[in-house]
């Protein structure tokens, strides 16, 4: 982790955050999408990048794909309060692709602050972006990732899980499917979280 690790609330975070001019995206940016949840949960979720209803409103996860993981993690009576909701980076790519390397990176100690501040016992990673990220890895993609536990940073475990994007643009519900599999994988993670 970096030296830019402070014990400061997460409110001051996200003000940093907002006033940030360190990589390009803020000049395409509407609003800065810090994050959303308390300090001291349990559970940490991290996607890739606010995508355009993020950015508008200036919130976590509260398009289609947000609106579908509110229905994920309820069906296992987890409710978004209880978890603490985030991205990679903090302002939107332009078109919606992926945040680059560097962008990632120049964000990341907003993430690292984040992290620190809340400990986490568990990080679900949402899709390929900041699982291969976290875990290190440009080989293994979420598809061979998914539903298995990783030590990160000695006490903290992730659980990269599929992005709700990526269940969105794959409906099927046969054997196997992406669907399939996150049902399976939340309930996992439930499991664990009451044992916590």
């Avoid at 014990?7 to 001051?12: A, D, K, Q, R, Y």
């Avoid at 995508?51 to 009576?77: C, H, M, N, Y």
């Avoid at 993609?141 to 990526?166: A, N």
Wanted: contains cysteine; charged residues 25%.
């Amino acid at each position: 982790m970096s030296e830019y690790i402070q014990p400061i609330t997460l409110e001051e975070v996200a003000k940093e955050c907002r006033s940030c001019k360190k990589c390009p995206l803020y000049l395409t940016r509407t609003k800065v999408v810090p994050g959303e949840g308390k300090a001291k949960l349990k559970v940490m979720l991290i996607g890739e990048a606010p995508g355009e209803e993020e950015d508008l409103k200036g919130r976590p996860f509260v398009g289609k794909a947000g609106q579908l993981l509110t229905k994920i993690l309820q069906s296992v009576d987890i409710k978004r309060e209880e978890v603490f909701i985030t991205n990679m980076v903090k302002c939107r790519p332009p078109g919606n692709r992926n945040p680059s390397k560097s962008e990632i990176e120049t964000c990341f100690p907003y993430l690292e602050t984040q992290i620190a501040i809340i400990n986490p016992k568990i990080i679900v990673t949402l899709g390929n972006v900041p699982t291969q990220y976290l875990l290190d890895t440009t080989t293994e993609g979420i598809s061979k990732l998914r539903g298995r536990w990783f030590d990160w940073l000695g006490e903290i475990k992730i659980f990269p899980m599929f992005h709700p994007s990526y269940l969105l643009r794959n409906e099927g519900t046969f054997p196997g499917s992406p669907k399939e599999l996150t049902w399976k994988d939340i309930k996992t993670l439930k499991r664990t979280i009451v044992n916590l």
